[in-house]
C-alpha cells in the first residue's frame, strides 16, 4: 500500500469550478474525514478518485487498483433482496454465510430476503455500506455514509466500519464534525 498524493486537482464543467484546486496526501493505512460545506467539491473529489470524471488539472499518484465506495445514493437493485444486492456486487469471492453475519451485525437479520424497496431508506443505506465493507480493498471512499441512520444504529455502523477498515486508508465525506470526531483520524476542511 502507497500513500495518495493529490496535487493541485481540479474540476470544471465549462466555466463552472466543481473543484477549486486541492491537495492533500493521504498516508497509507490513515483514516481521514473530509468537512465542508454543499458544493465544495468533496463529491467530486470522490468522483474523481474513483475515476468516474476525469480532471481538468493536477494529478493524483498512488491510487490501489482496489477501491471500495459508499456513494451518496444506495444504488441498490430494488428488487433483489439485501443478500443478493451484496452478493451481486461481490461475485463468488464472499461466502454467502459472511454476507449474512454482517448484514445481520448491521441490524437486518429480520430483513435479509426482502426486496429492497420494501426497506427503509436506514435498511438500504445499511445494505450499501455492507456491500462497501465486504470488498477486499485498500482504499475505502465513503460519501455520507451515515445519512438517514438513528443515533443508535449510527453507532453500531460506525463501529463497524471502524472494524472492518482497521489498517486501510479510508476517506470518509460527512458533514457532521460529531461524526469526524467518533470516527477519529485527521480531519480536512475543504
Known amino acids: 500500500m502507497m500513500d495518495i498524493v493529490i496535487e493541485n486537482l481540479t474540476k470544471s464543467y465549462g466555466d463552472k469550478l466543481a473543484l477549486p484546486p486541492f491537495s492533500c ?13 454543499s458544493g465544495c467539491g468533496k463529491t467530486t473529489l470522490l468522483r474523481l478518485l474513483l475515476g468516474l470524471e476525469t480532471p481538468t488539472g493536477g494529478r493524483v499518484t498512488g491510487l490501489p487498483d482496489r477501491i471500495s465506495a459508499v456513494f451518496q445514493e444506495d444504488r441498490l437493485c430494488p428488487s433483489f433482496s439485501a443478500v443478493t444486492n451484496v452478493a ?3 461475485g463468488r469471492q464472499v461466502p454467502k454465510g459472511e454476507i449474512v453475519a454482517l448484514l445481520t451485525d448491521l441490524g437486518l437479520g429480520d430483513a435479509l430476503t426482502k426486496p429492497v424497496r420494501e426497506l427503509s431508506g436506514g ?3 445499511r445494505v450499501a455500506i455492507a456491500r462497501s465493507l465486504l470488498m477486499s480493498a485498500d482504499l475505502y471512499l465513503m460519501d455520507e455514509p451515515f445519512k438517514g441512520l438513528d443515533e443508535d444504529t449510527r453507532r453500531t455502523v460506525m463501529d463497524l466500519v471502524l472494524a472492518r477498515t482497521e489498517g486501510k486508508t479510508v476517506l470518509v465525506i460527512t458533514h457532521d464534525p ?10 480536512i476542511r475543504m
Open 25 to 37: 496526501t493521504l498516508a497509507a493505512g490513515e483514516r481521514v474525514c473530509l468537512l465542508g460545506q
Open 88 to 90: 451481486l456486487a461481490l
Open 123 to 125: 435498511m438500504q443505506r
Open 178 to 187: 460529531e461524526e469526524a470526531a467518533y470516527l477519529g483520524g485527521r480531519v
